[in-house]
């Protein structure tokens, strides 16, 4: 179970995450024409999930706090991407590293929230509705593992 909340939290915060800033020499895109905004972006996988899940009425409340957290995660990882767009390209090579840092600090706080939340609604479904997120979380890491495998370009 914790793998699969392990897996859930990789997954939103890669997903909120812009990415890495661009190489050097090259100049910052507009971040709301290279990815969507999360907040926007995180509605539709909250509502996907809910479906895919089938969330009764008694799981409403162990399900509205984690898509609660989903939501939190998802406005503090926007509000940091908006920051790191705005950074200059000209950082050095140390501000460079440590914008990294703080860049994976949020994603590891997000994970932090997040799975306690995934843990205590994992808990409150049926065995059915477990076998379901744990196909759902199979498939996120597959396509996370073939998204790093795949040639960059």
Do not use: C, K
Request: proline share 8%; hydrophobic share 50%.
């Amino acid at each position: 179970m914790r793998h699969i909340a392990v897996s859930l939290a990789t997954w939103t915060a890669v997903a909120f995450l812009t990415g890495a800033p661009p190489a050097v020499g090259q100049t910052r895109a507009d971040p709301q024409a290279v990815q969507a905004p999360a907040v926007p972006r995180v509605e539709r996988q909250i509502a996907s999930l809910q479906r895919r899940l089938r969330i009764t009425p008694v799981q409403q409340p162990q399900w509205d706090a984690f898509a609660g957290t989903m939501r939190e995660n998802a406005r503090q990882q926007e509000a940091a991407a908006a920051a790191r767009a705005s950074r200059p390209l000209t950082l050095t090579a140390p501000d460079n590293l440590r914008a990294h840092a703080s860049a994976a600090q949020v994603q590891a706080d997000a994970m932090a929230r997040l799975v306690p939340a995934f843990d205590a609604l994992y808990a409150a479904l049926s065995p059915d509705q477990r076998a379901a997120a744990d196909q759902v979380f199979q498939q996120f890491e597959r396509q996370a593992l073939r998204r790093r495998a795949a040639p960059a370009g």
